[in-house]
């Protein structure tokens, strides 16, 4: 069976962008446009998001945060978690490692690289 | 969805070629390396985002060119006339490639086509020169690519990266793709080293041993170790930081890191280190006069901005268009309720309105030195082919103008300075004899005078000949041999359809439009252009444009009940007019007034407009600035001067040339945007 990802963006673009490309290379692709949407497709469906990628700076609810209500949840806290954003503090990226991120994707990135990552994460 | 990226990818994409271009047309005057690296970063930077959104040929071919580029970096030949020409046609076919990424043109396809095959040759030959190079000075060829970063504030590293478990090439782990962005920086030297086959045997397996890295960049150790930390179950990684400036420059260190390379080795840190250290001194005080210079050129660049959609933009604007129109809806409720702290609400809203219009309109403006890059080429391009040497200045070039205004000024202000190089600069040869310098030049400026702006575009050359433009007019049938002009309108015959003083037709002058679509086309906008020349001092096109197109300053005026607008910045003056006084004028002298001791022919608009009934006993005559105080436009009553949106007018009143647009007026009636340009039609 195909993966599914669910993409958290506060920007329509951004996830259209993703979505197309993911969507092209065999992915199946949720959406959601802020962290609590997030929150409640992950409960509402925990068996069929396999991987959450998601951006850091977002209004309300940032990745950091969306993070840490995923990993606190028992129900869901094994989904694992990438962020994909632009952010580059090092002690945000820490902070994020220790709150249980599975990998951290710095924009932009390259394609073929983004796949193996995902691919890596999904394994 | 696909459209509005590739719309995206094809803008950024398009910056960056402007860019590329205009390196290379820098370097033509001055071959300075430094605008060679520009250029190829340029390219190196389409290329990445083209194979980020996928679109492999238009990257593949970016990719060529930018091979190119790469050995003039290496100094392995120079691009010289003959050379520069074809590489600026490369960026052009990337240009159109750019709008059509899919090759769905069958001649754009073919171009390119054979263009590949022309830079695959030329790749063939720079590899031989390569091989050349390599076989004189021996030397280790590590291969390093530039980044994009700029090389300020650099560090230099090693790190050593041991995997835990079993990682072997091609295995798709993300460690390999980390480890290729770092091979693709300008300063990072990469060794892989894989697992031998048996203890001592020189084959070796697909197992990675250790991998190695130097590296000078401009990270900290802090953001140089978090790239690791998520694969620290599967690696041990190790960052030494090794100096706080660039080491990989130096020939000792270069020596060392290809030693260790062939012999397989890790690096020893303490023997680094010492090496380093007899380096430092002398390193020291050069690194730090290279930084000055460096932070200096960053500066400059540092401004920072956000791309936005031109369709939000847009939005923006009618929104703030409908806030215009209410605002005047709301003035006249205060007129009629008069109540103080109605009225200092109303206020508060229009010195906001005003603010917010203001804003917004300027964040559509676009500045015309974004056009410079093209003019450059053109002026660079028709003087290579006519055998002439010319130099485009930009003294002053600080306007910005709306999107849809560059657009229309783009061709006609093309045409002209294709114009000037070709009959404005004089040959080489004409220009000795004379005793002008051989180069000839063309200053390009741009100003605000009123609420106008002014364009100029001025040639050194031979200036224009008004015996010959006569004579030529008379020869196309364009004025009768008897008819009297004066300089100005002898002048303005250039612009007539059909003319062209070119005694024998070029490539050059022949292409593209001709000079009476520049004048129709700056008409469109509400733009005039006019000639300044003299017999060999040169010749002078200046252009006024009004600021924007979309929201002006107007008078409102009446005329049998219906509302006409006069743009602001046209008016002259208004003076008032007696129906006895016209009425005497109308028997005399073909309806001339005497005012002010001038004599004034009278437009009456009602007349034209073909508006029955009487005319009131006072009327308001209109002065504008195009016609002096020769000529004034009559309405019935002037109401006072308001902020008007101005929307397209629909097909019923397309015929209707002296019209430029409708609006809504406060109290939600229609009003006519009157054409000053086109006024003089009525007559």
Same mark, same amino acid.
């Given at each position: 069976?195909?993966?599914?990802?669910?993409?958290?963006?506060?920007?329509?673009?951004?996830?259209?962008?993703?979505? !197309?490309?993911? /969507?092209?290379? @065999?992915?199946?692709?949720?959406? =959601?446009?802020?962290?609590?949407?997030? %929150?409640?497709?992950?409960?509402?469906?925990?068996?069929?998001?396999?991987?959450?990628?998601?951006?850091? !700076?977002?209004? /309300?609810?940032? @990745?950091?945060?969306?993070?840490? =209500?995923?990993?606190?949840?028992?129900? %869901?806290?094994?989904?694992?978690?990438?962020?994909?954003?632009?952010?580059?503090?090092?002690?945000?990226?820490?902070?994020?490692?220790?709150? @249980?991120?599975?990998?951290?994707?710095?924009?932009?990135?390259?394609?073929?690289?983004?796949?193996?990552?995902?691919?890596?994460?999904?394994? | 969805?696909?459209?509005?990226?590739?719309?995206?990818?094809?803008?950024?994409?398009?910056?960056?070629?402007?860019?590329?271009?205009?390196?290379?047309?820098?370097?033509?005057?001055?071959?300075?390396?430094?605008?060679?690296?520009?250029?190829?970063?340029?390219?190196?930077?389409?290329?990445?985002?083209?194979?980020?959104?996928?679109?492999?040929?238009?990257?593949?071919?970016?990719?060529?060119?930018?091979?190119?580029?790469?050995?003039?970096?290496?100094?392995?030949?120079?691009?010289?006339?003959?050379?520069?020409?074809?590489?600026?046609?490369?960026?052009?076919?990337?240009?159109?490639?750019?709008?059509?990424?899919?090759?769905?043109?069958?001649?754009?396809?073919?171009?390119?086509?054979?263009?590949?095959?022309?830079?695959?040759?030329?790749?063939?030959?720079?590899?031989?020169?390569?091989?050349?190079?390599?076989?004189?000075?021996?030397?280790?060829?590590?291969?390093?690519?530039?980044?994009?970063?700029?090389?300020?504030?650099?560090?230099?590293?090693?790190?050593?990266?041991?995997?835990?478990?079993?990682?072997?090439?091609?295995?798709?782990?993300?460690?390999?793709?980390?480890?290729?962005?770092?091979?693709?920086?300008?300063?990072?030297?990469?060794?892989?080293?894989?697992?031998?086959?048996?203890?001592?045997?020189?084959?070796?397996?697909?197992?990675?041993?250790?991998?190695?890295?130097?590296?000078?960049?401009?990270?900290?150790?802090?953001?140089?170790?978090?790239?690791?930390?998520?694969?620290?179950?599967?690696?041990?990684?190790?960052?030494?930081?090794?100096?706080?400036?660039?080491?990989?420059?130096?020939?000792?260190?270069?020596?060392?890191?290809?030693?260790?390379?062939?012999?397989?080795?890790?690096?020893?840190?303490?023997?680094?280190?010492?090496?380093?250290?007899?380096?430092?001194?002398?390193?020291?005080?050069?690194?730090?006069?290279?930084?000055?210079?460096?932070?200096?050129?960053?500066?400059?660049?540092?401004?920072?901005?956000?791309?936005?959609?031109?369709?939000?933009?847009?939005?923006?604007?009618?929104?703030?268009?409908?806030?215009?129109?209410?605002?005047?809806?709301?003035?006249?409720?205060?007129?009629?309720?008069?109540?103080?702290?109605?009225?200092?609400?109303?206020?508060?809203?229009?010195?906001?309105?005003?603010?917010?219009?203001?804003?917004?309109?300027?964040?559509?403006?676009?500045?015309?030195?974004?056009?410079?890059?093209?003019?450059?080429?053109?002026?660079?391009?028709?003087?290579?082919?006519?055998?002439?040497?010319?130099?485009?200045?930009?003294?002053?070039?600080?306007?910005?103008?709306?999107?849809?205004?560059?657009?229309?000024?783009?061709?006609?202000?093309?045409?002209?300075?294709?114009?000037?190089?070709?009959?404005?600069?004089?040959?080489?040869?004409?220009?000795?004899?004379?005793?002008?310098?051989?180069?000839?030049?063309?200053?390009?400026?741009?100003?605000?005078?009123?609420?106008?702006?002014?364009?100029?575009?001025?040639?050194?050359?031979?200036?224009?000949?008004?015996?010959?433009?006569?004579?030529?007019?008379?020869?196309?049938?364009?004025?009768?041999?008897?008819?009297?002009?004066?300089?100005?309108?002898?002048?303005?015959?250039?612009?007539?359809?059909?003319?062209?003083?070119?005694?024998?037709?070029?490539?050059?002058?022949?292409?593209?439009?001709?000079?009476?679509?520049?004048?129709?086309?700056?008409?469109?906008?509400?733009?005039?252009?006019?000639?300044?020349?003299?017999?060999?001092?040169?010749?002078?096109?200046?252009?006024?444009?009004?600021?924007?197109?979309?929201?002006?300053?107007?008078?409102?005026?009446?005329?049998?009940?219906?509302?006409?607008?006069?743009?602001?910045?046209?008016?002259?003056?208004?003076?008032?007019?007696?129906?006895?006084?016209?009425?005497?004028?109308?028997?005399?002298?073909?309806?001339?007034?005497?005012?002010?001791?001038?004599?004034?022919?009278?437009?009456?608009?009602?007349?034209?407009?073909?508006?029955?009934?009487?005319?009131?006993?006072?009327?308001?005559?209109?002065?504008?600035?195009?016609?002096?105080?020769?000529?004034?436009?009559?309405?019935?009553?002037?109401?006072?001067?308001?902020?008007?949106?101005?929307?397209?007018?629909?097909?019923?009143?397309?015929?209707?040339?002296?019209?430029?647009?409708?609006?809504?007026?406060?109290?939600?009636?229609?009003?006519?945007?009157?054409?000053?340009?086109?006024?003089?039609?009525?007559?």
């Amino acid at each position: 069976m195909d993966s599914t990802l669910l993409i958290v963006d506060d920007f329509k673009n951004i996830r259209d962008l993703l979505t !197309n490309t993911l /969507e092209r290379k @065999g992915f199946n692709i949720i959406t =959601a446009e802020h962290g609590k949407a997030a %929150i409640e497709l992950l409960k509402t469906q925990p068996k069929e998001i396999d991987l959450v990628l998601s951006d850091y !700076n977002m209004p /309300e609810m940032n @990745g950091q945060q969306l993070l840490e =209500a995923i990993k606190s949840d028992q129900s %869901i806290s094994d989904i694992p978690v990438a962020f994909l954003t632009t952010e580059k503090d090092p002690s945000k990226i820490r902070d994020a490692k220790k709150a @249980g991120l599975d990998a951290w994707i710095s924009k932009p990135y390259k394609l073929d690289a983004f796949i193996n990552q995902i691919n890596h994460l999904l394994k | 969805m696909d459209d509005d990226m590739n719309k995206l990818f094809a803008e950024e994409a398009g910056d960056q070629l402007d860019a590329a271009e205009e390196a290379l047309l820098k370097y033509e005057k001055d071959p300075n390396s430094t605008y060679i690296e520009d250029a190829f970063r340029a390219l190196h930077t389409i290329k990445g985002a083209a194979y980020m959104f996928d679109m492999l040929s238009l990257g593949n071919y970016a990719h060529k060119i930018e091979n190119i580029l790469d050995g003039v970096r290496e100094q392995l030949f120079e691009l010289d006339s003959q050379k520069l020409p074809i590489i600026l046609n490369c960026l052009d076919l990337l240009k159109q490639f750019l709008q059509d990424p899919q090759l769905d043109g069958k001649d754009l396809r073919a171009e390119i086509s054979d263009s590949s095959i022309l830079l695959d040759d030329w790749q063939e030959e720079i590899n031989e020169l390569n091989r050349q190079k390599r076989a004189d000075v021996e030397k280790p060829l590590f291969s390093a690519e530039p980044n994009t970063e700029e090389s300020e504030n650099l560090n230099t590293y090693y790190l050593l990266i041991e995997p835990k478990n079993e990682v072997s090439d091609g295995d798709g782990h993300p460690m390999h793709d980390i480890i290729a962005e770092f091979k693709s920086k300008e300063f990072c030297y990469v060794t892989t080293h894989h697992k031998k086959l048996d203890e001592d045997g020189t084959r070796y397996t697909e197992q990675i041993k250790h991998w190695d890295l130097y590296l000078a960049t401009t990270e900290t150790y802090e953001e140089l170790e978090v790239n690791f930390i998520f694969y620290e179950d599967d690696f041990n990684i190790k960052i030494h930081h090794i100096a706080n400036y660039n080491l990989l420059t130096e020939d000792k260190v270069l020596e060392r890191i290809k030693k260790n390379q062939e012999a397989d080795e890790k690096e020893d840190i303490s023997a680094l280190k010492k090496t380093v250290k007899s380096l430092e001194d002398q390193l020291k005080e050069q690194n730090e006069t290279d930084n000055k210079k460096d932070s200096q050129q960053q500066n400059k660049r540092k401004q920072k901005y956000l791309r936005v959609p031109t369709h939000k933009i847009e939005k923006l604007i009618n929104g703030i268009s409908e806030l215009v129109t209410a605002k005047s809806t709301l003035d006249n409720f205060r007129k009629t309720f008069n109540h103080s702290e109605f009225t200092g609400v109303v206020e508060h809203i229009q010195n906001v309105t005003d603010e917010l219009r203001d804003t917004v309109l300027s964040v559509s403006l676009v500045p015309l030195d974004s056009l410079l890059v093209k003019f450059k080429r053109l002026v660079s391009d028709t003087a290579r082919e006519l055998e002439k040497s010319v130099t485009l200045h930009s003294p002053r070039i600080e306007t910005e103008m709306d999107k849809k205004m560059i657009d229309a000024i783009s061709d006609p202000l093309m045409h002209l300075f294709r114009n000037c190089v070709d009959h404005g600069i004089e040959s080489p040869d004409e220009r000795i004899k004379k005793g002008k310098p051989e180069q000839g030049n063309i200053f390009f400026e741009s100003y605000y005078l009123g609420s106008n702006i002014v364009i100029s575009i001025r040639d050194d050359g031979a200036g224009m000949d008004l015996a010959k433009i006569r004579n030529k007019a008379i020869e196309k049938n364009i004025i009768d041999e008897d008819t009297s002009l004066t300089d100005d309108e002898i002048k303005d015959l250039i612009f007539s359809p059909g003319f062209s003083t070119a005694s024998k037709i070029t490539g050059v002058s022949g292409r593209g439009v001709g000079m009476d679509v520049v004048k129709t086309n700056l008409k469109e906008v509400n733009g005039s252009i006019r000639i300044e020349t003299e017999k060999d001092v040169g010749t002078s096109f200046i252009i006024n444009l009004p600021l924007t197109l979309s929201i002006i300053d107007g008078l409102h005026t009446t005329l049998a009940n219906t509302s006409y607008i006069f743009p602001l910045n046209h008016i002259q003056k208004i003076e008032r007019l007696k129906r006895d006084q016209l009425m005497e004028a109308q028997g005399v002298l073909n309806n001339t007034v005497v005012i002010e001791g001038e004599q004034v022919k009278v437009i009456n608009l009602r007349e034209y407009l073909g508006y029955e009934g009487s005319i009131p006993s006072e009327s308001s005559l209109i002065f504008l600035t195009e016609y002096e105080n020769k000529k004034a436009f009559m309405v019935d009553k002037v109401v006072g001067q308001i902020q008007t949106v101005i929307k397209p007018l629909g097909e019923v009143a397309k015929n209707a040339d002296y019209l430029s647009g409708s609006t809504i007026l406060g109290d939600g009636s229609v009003g006519l945007v009157l054409d000053p340009n086109n006024l003089s039609n009525l007559n």
